[in-house]
T-cell receptor, first 113, second 114 residues
Framework: NAGVTQTPKFQVLKTGQSMTLQCAQD?????MSWYRQDPGMGLRLIHY???????DQGEVPNGYNVSRSTTEDFPLRLLSAAPSQTSVYFC????????????FGSGTQLSVL | DQQVKQNSPSLSVQEGRISILNCDYT??????FLWYKKYPAEGPTFLIS?????DKNEDGRFTVFLNKSAKHLSLHIVPSQPGDSAVYFC?????????????FGTGTRLTIIP
């Protein structure tokens, strides 16, 4: 049972480049979300999904796009990377949006130069 | 506006002693509180939670206390062990809104000194 799998673990981008951070879970969880962790800021919610075909914005959605075509996958797209998007990104899932126990992936360290 | 605050960025405690991590919140609508633990290069993992209808919840060496009037919660670890060295995040949400309104604090790095 792999849990929540994120790829890649590390990525360096140039300003203006686009890329997709992958997230997959094998627990049949309905709820999935993306957070970013920045020094002194805690974890902030970017986007979330309560089920396949349903997504919504979190606290800091600008510059990011998501889709949820299957229960298992929830990719995060950076449309045109900016230095302000340098961060550690975590994908998380839970059985439902009312389940306290979020399961997190191991994170993606992204640097935008 | 930081609705969940952890004012101590770091804390060092001797092995075997009690570790006390503190968290304050400003939104009186929060009615569910959680602690997550994070090791380097790993994602956070759920540790313990408490509902606002309680003022204490225990799970082995970990106890969370909630003081609603002071909008304050604390995590007690007794006795502290080297494996407890990690970053601890406090989080809160309004249960009617679900996880999408989960708000995290900035974290406290706990170091257990052997």
């Amino acid at each position: 049972n792999a849990g929540v799998t994120q790829t890649p673990k590390f990525q360096v981008l140039k300003t203006g480049q686009s890329m997709t951070l992958q997230c997959a879970q094998d627990m049949n969880h309905e709820y999935m979300s993306w957070y970013r962790q920045d020094p002194g800021m805690g974890l902030r919610l970017i986007h979330y999904s309560v089920g396949a075909g349903i997504t919504d914005q979190g606290e800091v959605p600008n510059g990011y796009n998501v889709s949820r075509s299957t229960t298992e996958d929830f990719p995060l797209r950076l449309l045109s990377a900016a230095p302000s998007q340098t961060s550690v990104y975590f994908c998380a899932s839970s059985y439902s949006g009312r389940d306290e126990k979020l399961f997190f992936g191991s994170g993606t360290q992204l640097s935008v130069l | 506006d930081q609705q969940v605050k952890q004012n101590s960025p770091s804390l060092s405690v001797q092995e075997g002693r009690i570790s006390i991590l503190n968290c304050d919140y400003t939104n009186s609508m929060f009615d569910y509180f959680l602690w997550y633990k994070k090791y380097p290069a790993e994602g956070p993992t759920f540790l313990i939670s408490i509902s606002s209808i309680k003022d204490k919840n225990e799970d082995g060496r970990f106890t969370v206390f909630l003081n609603k009037s002071a909008k304050h919660l604390s995590l007690h670890i007794v006795p502290s062990q080297p494996g407890d060295s990690a970053v601890y995040f406090c989080a809160a949400y309004i249960s009617n809104f679900g996880n999408e309104k989960l708000t995290f604090g900035t974290g406290t790095r706990l170091t257990i000194i052997p």
